[in-house]
């Protein structure tokens, strides 16, 4: 039995992840991300987050390695390290 679909599945839900209140969670679930992230990264998959609302969302989406994030504090999608 491989892994490799439930990984892909979850991988999938992290790219379509919500930014809101990300600065607010727990430690756990910011780990979590983290490790979906990463993992994402290692397989050369671009991770969006969604729904970046303020600066404090951007910063910690900035910290958990998301390579692009969108929401009404940016307006449209863009590399988070151009901002």
Do not use: W
């Not at 756990?28 to 050369?44: G, H, I, P, Q, S």
Request: net charge negative; aromatic share 4%.
């Amino acid at each position: 039995h491989s892994h490799i679909p439930d990984a892909a599945r979850a991988a999938e839900r992290a790219q379509r992840a919500t930014g809101r209140d990300l600065h607010l969670t727990s430690e756990k679930r910011r780990e979590m991300v983290r490790a979906l992230v990463r993992m994402m990264t290692d397989l050369k998959i671009a991770t969006v987050i969604e729904g970046v609302e303020n600066a404090e969302e951007a910063d910690a989406c900035r910290d958990l390695g998301f390579d692009y994030a969108q929401g009404y504090h940016f307006g449209r999608p863009a590399p988070l390290e151009k901002l």
